[in-house]
Nanobody
Framework: VQLQASGGGLVQPGGSLRLSCAAS????????MGWYRQAPGKERELVAT???????????NYADSVKGRFTISRDNAKNSVYLQMNNLQPEDTAVYYC?????????WGQGTQVTVSS
């Protein structure tokens, strides 16, 4: 399974970015997909997840620090998951990683850099 993340960049505080993660397989065959981030000198942390299995309702989960600002969504037809990030702040600066989990199997995509700076 390959996960291809894209959409990172440099944005001013208060700005927005949309990250995309394209999977090489049908995402409805995977239990959960999500986004994690890792800032310099810090551990990788959960940002948001979405249930993607075809039998699920697509329920979502967010880190407290991004609730109300970030939205995770899926497009089964495109085998893709998205992270809409609004009102970005300097503390959101990190490398963002796409993740997929299916039972004991865990998949990681390459990271995409998000830098929030004036």
């Amino acid at each position: 399974v390959q996960l291809q993340a894209s959409g990172g960049g440099l944005v001013q505080p208060g700005g927005s970015l949309r990250l995309s993660c394209a999977a090489s397989i049908r995402i409805f065959s995977i239990d959960v997909m999500g986004w994690y981030r890792q800032a310099p000198g810090k551990e990788r942390e959960l940002v948001a997840t979405i249930r993607t299995k075809i039998s699920t309702s697509g329920s979502t989960n967010y880190a407290d620090s991004v609730k109300g600002r970030f939205t995770i969504s899926r497009d089964n037809a495109k085998n893709s998951v998205y992270l809409q990030m609004n009102n970005l702040q300097p503390e959101d600066t990190a490398v963002y990683y796409c993740n997929g989990r299916d039972g004991p199997r865990i998949y990681w995509g390459q990271g995409t850099q998000v830098t929030v700076s004036s």
